[in-house]
């Protein structure tokens, strides 16, 4: 005979656990090549309203962000609600040709950081005209497609770290540095950089861009470490 409380259970059923809805990661995708026909990847994770784009390194011989470019989507998606808020690409290396060989420089020897539309001065390391070279030209089509509210790009700086922006970024700035003590200088305190992405985005086009310098030849995944917090409290904002 049935048990009683083989009864109850068929007149209360337990409701169904639903499983947590799944977080979009595309995994590492081909958005293009360079010069010397290397990929060019490019990963998508999160859902939310607020976009994000992450460039891992844009000169060949900066790679103290390699790690933080490596960690960043598994820390981001650790938050199901920061993933439902913000939608973050990353793309790993806008430079792969200069990081095979080591150079700041593409395969062309151009500086892909003095290649776009923005007070452009044509030189040898600049190149004859903005967005002539591939992977810049690939860049501004990512820009133009993903249409971000903000770009975080990972450079090197031989004399220390710090936090640079450019257009209307200063309160991204103070709230990086806050997280990781990395001192805020503006591009306006550095020397002209005609050509440069920062200009193009954060003052031509008017979206907020930080540049994370670290420290030329610091251990990547120290960089990581110091900044990780900094990272997420700029990709999302709304926590205080």
Known sequence: MPSLLYFFACAHPQPATEAPPRTP???WQVIGQSLQGRDIRRRTVGSGSRTVLWIGGIHGDETEGMIATARLPEAFLA???RAGRVTLHLIEDLNPDGRAAETRGNAASVDLNRNYPAAFEPAPA???APLDQPEAALLAAQLEAL????VIVAHSWREGHFINYDGP????AERFSAASRYPVIPSADINPTPGSLGSWVGIKRGIPILT???ERGADPTGCWLDT???ILAVVDPSLP
């Open 169 to 172: 970024a200063s309160e991204l």
């Open 25 to 27: 990661d595309s995994g």
């Open 79 to 81: 938050d199901p609600a």
């Open 228 to 230: 990780q917090a900094a």
């Open 212 to 214: 994370v310098e670290y």
């Open 126 to 128: 600049h190149g004859g």
């Open 147 to 150: 249409n971000p509210d903000l």
